[in-house]
């Protein structure tokens, strides 16, 4: 019976019919999800709720980190009730997804701890709910304060308030409200219909740290929703892309961390090397944040001998050089003492936050997309997350070079393979036909950890529902954890050990 | 007359030499010696914007400030050159001078209402506090060790007592003042007066709403203040006894030594985490106690 509960799908392969995804009641549904989610092997990918025209249909993702598999569950509520029962009080991680639902339709969860606004979205429920209605939670006491941080901050980096309640120094609690750059992203995608030049322009801008990895999780679920299978040499291409992303990112938050805590030599050294990294992307697609490089079908601007050499002179020395700088940042005992034992999020903690990609790892949680539900070439490719296990900034800052030296090595092996290979990359295809009545789920490993759309089309192959998940949706919780009994001077050197995305979260 | 206007000088280029300083360690072409000057003029020219919060106490609080400082700066001496106002115990007067200055800062702080102005006037307050033990114990170092309790005249007789410590004096005075002219500039490893992160700021924090002319005396005072005790080292290290010549120029080399120091230190670390700071004050009064101590025991007065 219990296969009968659930659709099974490939990540970025063939769609499900939407018709064939067997359809539960409410009780069941539940039911099957917290018996699935108690189990670490599995975690939510995305949960979302839509309209029929009979009432309301429930969508759960799961992945099976074992079997590498997509789980689909569908409920539909056709009887007009205005509440259920909650998911989150069994699995926290639920919670995020069930604020969002009954933000935008209105429906309550009984056993939800607090039904907190997500990100105001133009078609919420309740009109009258607005950002500065939100409901801050409060201690009262003479001997505590608190300390409201943004939405406007002193870094020119995206808006976004933190209400902090300290006892002197000490943080006891750090509540994160997002919502003030809602755009109502997936609303857009579906509007764009058959035109896929905007579709891709969109999901490069979900976040614009992470263009490379929105923009192929929204091209291989186009492709898949079009049954065309990319070329090896096309899936090589977008692979190394975003690998390239990762080591940028990466070697530019390592700047950003030293920074933080003064130490001038760190943030120079690594600035310069982030510099030589994105020059090569601009060199490679005239964009240094790979904008314009992922294209549904084909590429724009298909990798050749030059480009590739370059990436490897490029990489080469990078890797070298970044080696040798974390070297000394890591042993300094200046550095040392801010960045051990400071924000620490417990492997427990992770997981009830369902936190994802790197904040997952750095605790000893293995999340990697990449290695679980290999897509593009990581098919081909036996690929070993890093892991750190101490959960500190330290461990996240350790965790960077880590992954960027496994980042270089698997451009490297991917040029390799792609020097031998057929080179057959196309043109982008703008006008893919979509198989009607499908949902397809497309999930990438970004470097802030997984990506996931998730798209639903008609009985004409119209788009009629298109779902982003951006790894931050999670990790800002395990944020808020981490400041916990930490001293508040710390926080920005926490925040930045994490580097969320606040556009990612607001869509 | 002379210590004010070397002073004064020294001033002028002391933050620049701290820039470049930095500059080249960290590889970079980096601004020229007079920037901070430049962007001190730019501000003196502007207006400054007040907060509807805040009262009289805000307004007069950056020259309360700054003319606490010059204040001290004339009891400060040149070689064998008395300084303009010099009595018994003028040290006394010296700091607390510097601290009236500091108290100004903090209620400015503390009239905006701003829960971030009161969290960098708490640390402001605490470090300030912590670190004026070790400034008293090095003087009263030194009063017992020369017989004297004026900066003029403690530093005349420092190298004519015919003592054969004075070397190991002039070394610890120097490193304590190095360190406590850091701390009360709110620099690393304490403060970094280069992070826009509020909420690990020191002194940046507690003078965030200060704009314009305001800034500019803020700003002003800070480098005053730092070649003040750039003075205060050069006349614990160098003989009085050498020609005027001489003396002018080995100040302005101990002075760019001392800003070559600073961004030395501000290249090559990172700043302590805030709950390690009082500790590292504290060990700087520890370091005046033994000194303290080794007078008390040359002197017989121990024992």
Known sequence: MTSLRYTEVMNASVPAGTEDIPVLDYSLFREELITMLGREQFHCLNYFCHRIPEGLRFMCCIADDETGTIRILCHEKKDGGTSLRSLSDSCTAMHIFEREIHERYGLGFEGHPWLKPVRYPHDRADRRNVISTYPFYEMESEVLHEVGVGPVHAGVIEP??????????????????????????????????????????????????????????????????????????????????????????????????????????????????????????????????????????????????????????????????????????YTLPSVLGRFEETGTVSRQQALSAGAVGMAARSCGLVRDIRASHPFQYYRQMEIKPALQTKGDVMARGRLRVMEVRESAGIIRKLVEVWKNGEKNTGRPVYDLRFMPESLAVSVTEGWRGEICHVALTDADGRLVDYRIKDPSLHNWMALALAVRNQEISDFPLCNKSFNLSYCGNDL | MAGFLLILVAALFFPGVILRTKSIASGRKGPGIFQPLKDIAVMLRKGSVFSDTTGIIFRIAPSVALVSVIVAMLLLPFAQYKALISFEGDFIFFAYLLALGKFFMIIAALDTGSSFQGMGASREALYSMIVEPAFFVLMATFAMFTGYTSFSVIFNHFYITGNDYVFIYSVIGAYLFIQIAMIENSRLPVDDPKTHLELTMVHEVMILDHSGFDKALIHAGTYLKFAMYGSLIYNLIVPAGWNTPVKVLMFFIVQALFAVVIGITESFRARNKMNKNPKYILTLTSVALIAFMVILILTEKLI
């Open chain 1, 160 to 329: 976004g308030h933190f209400r902090f309640i300290c006892n002197g120094e000490k943080v006891l609690h750090l509540e994160i409200q997002l919502g003030y750059q809602h755009r109502g992203i997936e609303r857009l995608f579906t509007e764009a219909g058959e035109n896929g030049l905007r579709r891709s322009l969109l999901a490069e801008s979900i976040a614009g740290d992470t263009a490379t990895g929105h923009g192929l999780a929204h091209a291989q679920l186009s492709e898949s929703l079009a049954g065309f299978i990319p070329p090896p040499s096309l899936e090589i291409e977008r692979c190394i892309a975003l690998e390239m992303e990762r080591i940028g990112i990466h070697i530019g938050d390592t700047a950003a961390l030293c920074a933080d805590v003064a130490y001038q030599l760190g943030q120079v050294a690594c600035e310069a090397l982030r510099t030589l990294i994105i020059n090569t992307t601009q060199f490679w697609c005239g964009n240094r944040f790979g904008k314009g490089l992922i294209r549904p079908g084909g590429s724009d601007y298909p990798l050749t001998e030059k480009i590739a050499d370059e990436i490897l002179r490029v990489l080469g020395e990078v890797e070298r050089r970044y080696v040798n700088v974390t070297d000394c940042v």
